[in-house]
């Protein structure tokens, strides 16, 4: 299952700034890793200080999700599973992945934009709505919501184990593109 004719899985999970994809993301990587060594997590602000790319625009985050999805495509080549986490939440992103990443899995991370604004740790939210922030996804960058594989609702910040067994078991029971 989590490779297929020699290429690594790639699990790409999106959704807007403080909806739990790293949370999960990573809680997903440590429980897959319990199973298989060959997995590497790919976090969103990590990668953008690897690559020295910091446009926040609509046009730069699509830019370095295009470079994380061919970082991801190198790894995936190679037999590794790689679990990515990044907002990316744009029409070009996706079809892109779809079209380049054989064994590909799309998981949305779904959280209302009330609860967005609650969780708010980084202030983007309340920052943008007061003017003070510009190019935050979701105020004054629009987004696309996926028609990915998984659609995981995360307006709660508890239950993370059932949330990962969750995606497991769709991971699971659909097997990989």
């Known amino acids: 299952m989590w490779v297929k004719n020699g290429k690594g899985l790639v699990l790409w999970l999106c959704g807007l700034a403080g909806s739990g994809k790293s949370t999960i993301g990573k809680a997903l990587y440590e429980r897959i890793k319990q199973e298989i060594p060959n997995i590497v997590y790919l976090d969103g602000d990590e990668l953008r200080d690897l690559l020295g790319h910091y446009a926040y625009d609509k046009q730069g985050r699509?830019?370095?999700?295009?470079?994380?999805?061919?970082?991801?495509?190198?790894?995936?080549?190679?037999?590794?599973?790689?679990?990515?986490?990044?907002?990316?939440?744009?029409?070009?992103?996706?079809?892109?992945?779809?079209?380049?990443?054989?064994?590909?899995?799309?998981?949305?991370?779904e959280c209302s934009m009330e609860e967005l604004q609650r969780r708010d740790q980084k202030e983007l939210y309340s920052g943008a709505l007061k003017g003070e922030i510009q190019d935050v996804v979701g105020v004054d960058i629009p987004f696309v919501k996926p028609n990915a594989d998984i659609i995981l609702p995360n307006d709660t910040t508890n239950n993370l184990e059932q949330k990962v067994q969750s995606i497991l078991t769709q991971i699971k029971g659909k097997g990989s593109k």
């Not at 790689?82 to 029409?91: A, G, H, K, Q, R």
């Open 62 to 109: 699509i830019e370095v999700a295009l470079k994380r999805s061919a970082f991801a495509h190198f790894l995936s080549s190679q037999g590794l599973v790689v679990v990515v986490t990044t907002i990316s939440l744009f029409d070009e992103v996706y079809a892109y992945n779809r079209k380049t990443l054989q064994n590909y899995l799309e998981i949305y991370i």
